[in-house]
């Protein structure tokens, strides 16, 4: 369902170039679920492959959102929230930056691009990872409270009360 629910979002949000919610959810799932969260994050991966054809584009994202996760995971579950609001945007902000160079080295492989050519390709992308970068700072803004609604979520579900 979480997969399904990374998916979704993504399609909603097709009309606006480069900006999406996959980082805010990869990074709520994480802090909540931990080596769990790598089970929506391959669902949203193969549903995204089912959907828009299994082609050299879709190749980076069996790797592009590790790095997003490995981070994630690195962080304190309990930061204090002044503190968590800032880092998480800071981090899906990076990610969003990052995107375009995470990308590359399967654009190179590819279609057989030498180094020259690889950072020609990631230069001409910046823009589009700058828009990704503002995209995700905002919405890395609700990784806190959505955080703090699975945790309540979690509890109940393991109380019997849900």
Not at 106 to 114: E, I, N, P, S, V
Request: charged fraction near 10%; glycine fraction near 6%; charge should be positive.
């Amino acid at each position: 369902m979480l997969g399904a629910i990374l998916f979704c979002s993504k399609l909603l949000m097709e009309w606006a170039p480069n900006i999406h919610f996959i980082a805010m959810f990869i990074i709520t799932f994480t802090l909540v679920y931990r080596a769990k969260a790598l089970i929506p994050i391959y669902v949203f991966v193969l549903l995204t492959g089912v959907y828009g054809g299994f082609n050299v584009w879709w190749v980076p994202y069996l790797y592009i959102w590790l790095p997003l996760w490995i981070i994630a995971m690195l962080l304190p579950r309990r930061m204090p929230k002044w503190l968590a609001v800032p880092v998480y945007m800071l981090v899906g902000g990076l990610h969003g930056l990052a995107y375009g160079t995470l990308y590359a080295p399967a654009q190179a492989l590819f279609f057989k691009m030498d180094f020259n050519m690889t950072v020609a390709w990631i230069i001409s992308g910046l823009p589009f990872d700058f828009l990704h970068a503002a995209g995700n700072l905002a919405a890395c803004t609700l990784v806190v409270p959505l955080s703090t609604l699975l945790f309540k979520l979690e509890k109940q579900v393991r109380k019997g009360k849900l």
